[in-house]
């Protein structure tokens, strides 16, 4: 292994290699989105006080059901084989499903699945005083929910997020496995030409690397950002 | 003179814990009305069965006029008519002081964002906020929280105003500043329902006082009959054990 030859594997595939990061990005980034408000949905749905014996908590209990099979099927199996059961169990159907698409479909459902569990325990732990406040003047669940609860629920899961997306940069490597052209699978097919293994691999390594420092970099200054000023502005008396 | 809360036979029960027997009692237009009585008689629970945070389990609730326990009643349209503070303050952790007195007045009242925050920084300004408006509430004292937390109740027009110990999970140097706000609404004509600890505040304010125990009212009148010359010898017990 030498520098030279590191630099010329860079030099003939610098642009595959980017290619393959901004796939792994973009898988990455929609999945941690869209699972994480799948999370938000079951979260709510999970927490919805229920009123004895009507129609509507019943249908409810029905509806809770169906999701936490879903949560315990997509936590209880690696998404390595999650991949391969939606895109070639689709495709038996006759339908072949855009590849890139399937890989958001498998991340997103597994982020979905671990984020219900974050939000869960996130609305339940604000303090039933936030909402007996929001009660107390005349707001319904629905409306203490989006006013009061969930923003602050959002807050306190911001990091279990950012700690989800670090991994779907990194876990999406397994989606090569349904040849999707992302980072892992274009460093695959890059190693298998030039049989520099280990020169090949150690490029990928490094641009894995860049991504989750960056990733949670940003993530840190949002935290920042969305928390506010330390300071408020005291008002000045008026000057009538 | 005309009531707005009128109870009769309330009961209320935590599962085979009978916290509320057979309460008459009723709030007249104007009147502050100081409850008092030692922990666990079950004086919060009555607060919070009157604008219906708790169930009760019998009885009636009368509200200017109407059984508030009545299947079709609107719940949430009768809370607007109650303005509630918490020993806790429980003010909206995400929202600043003006959006805690506004949020309210938008979304349920549905006034216009100009509306709301100018009856808003009205209520700031008698509870002595109206400087703090950015502020969050994680940056105020406990006696500012809870003065904003008057102004939250106070904003929406209430009714009548009713309070569960708003000054016991204060520090002592902080207990005067409510009081002094309170002492002031008192003046100014509200209806209020006050649950205190707070002696010598409840006999200067109140028009009556209701003196609790286990879940029953034991006697009341004004504060010259009740704190000064008791007649229950539950009620002289507790008076000696608090004001000794
Ligand atoms: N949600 C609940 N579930 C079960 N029991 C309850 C509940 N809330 C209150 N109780 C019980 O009801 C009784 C009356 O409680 P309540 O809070 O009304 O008393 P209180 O007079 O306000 O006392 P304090 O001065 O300590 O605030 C207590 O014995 C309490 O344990
Ligand atoms: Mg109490």
Redesign the pocket.
């Given at each position: 292994m030498s520098l030279e030859s590191i630099l010329s594997i860079l030099e003939q595939n610098w642009p595959s290699y980017l290619k393959g990061a901004y796939i792994t990005l973009l898988i990455a980034i929609f999945s941690t989105i869209i699972g994480a408000l799948i999370g938000l949905f079951i979260g709510v749905m999970h927490t919805i006080p229920l009123r004895e014996k009507s129609f509507k908590s019943f249908l409810l209990k029905i509806v809770n059901f169906i999701l936490s099979v879903y949560v315990e099927i997509f936590r209880g199996t690696p998404m390595i084989v999650q991949a391969m059961v939606v895109f070639y169990g689709i495709a038996a159907y006759g339908f072949v499903m855009d590849r890139f698409v399937a890989a958001v479909l498998v991340v997103s459902l597994n982020t979905g699945a671990y984020m219900a569990e974050y939000v869960r325990g996130g609305i339940v732990s604000i303090e039933k005083g936030q909402y007996e406040a929001a009660e107390a003047i005349g707001m319904s669940h629905f409306q203490t929910m989006i006013h009061v609860i969930l923003p602050q629920v959002i807050r306190n899961i911001l990091p279990a997020t950012g700690n989800q997306l670090i991994m779907n940069i990194k876990d999406s490597a397994v989606l090569s496995v349904i040849s999707v052209t992302e980072l892992f699978f274009v460093t695959q097919t890059i190693a298998s030409i030039n049989y520099k293994t280990a020169e090949t691999y150690l490029i990928a390594c490094v641009m894995y690397l860049i991504m989750t420092f960056t990733a949670s970099q940003l993530l840190r200054l949002f935290e920042k950002k969305l928390d506010g000023p330390k300071d408020y502005n005291f008002q000045p008396e008026k000057s009538a | 003179m005309e009531k707005v809360i009128d109870i009769r036979h309330l009961n209320?029960s935590?599962?085979n814990?009978e916290?509320?027997r057979d309460v008459n009692f009723s709030v007249a237009k104007g009147e502050v009305v100081c409850l008092i009585?030692?922990?666990?008689?079950?004086?919060?629970?009555?607060?919070?069965c009157i604008n219906l945070l708790?169930t009760p389990t019998g009885g009636e609730i009368i509200y200017n006029g109407e059984n508030i326990l009545d299947k079709n009643h609107d719940i949430r349209k009768h809370r607007t008519h109650l303005g509630m503070v918490f020993?806790s303050f429980n003010l909206f952790n995400n929202h600043n002081v003006l959006k805690n007195c506004v949020v309210g007045q938008q979304k349920v009242l549905k006034r216009s964002k100009q509306e709301a925050e100018s009856n808003a920084l009205k209520y700031l300004e008698i509870v002595g906020m109206d400087k703090y408006v950015s502020a969050k509430p994680s940056q105020l004292s406990g006696g500012q929280k809870q003065r904003v937390a008057i102004a939250r109740a106070l904003a929406m027009d209430p009714d009548v105003m009713l309070f569960?110990?708003p000054t016991?999970a204060l520090d002592p140097e902080m207990v005067g500043e409510v009081l002094k706000v309170m002492r002031r609404l008192a003046e100014e004509g509200n209806t209020m329902l006050i649950?205190t600890?707070e002696m010598e505040f409840a006999k200067e304010v109140a028009d009556r006082i209701v003196f609790?125990d286990k879940?029953v009212i034991v006697e009341e009148g004004p504060p010259s009959q009740v704190l000064v010359n008791p007649q229950h010898d539950r009620t002289k017990e507790f008076l000696k054990r608090t004001l000794k």
């Open positions: - | 209320k935590f599962g814990h916290v509320l009585g030692s922990s666990g008689s079950g004086k919060s629970t009555l607060l919070r708790e020993q569960d110990e016991s649950v600890h609790m879940g």
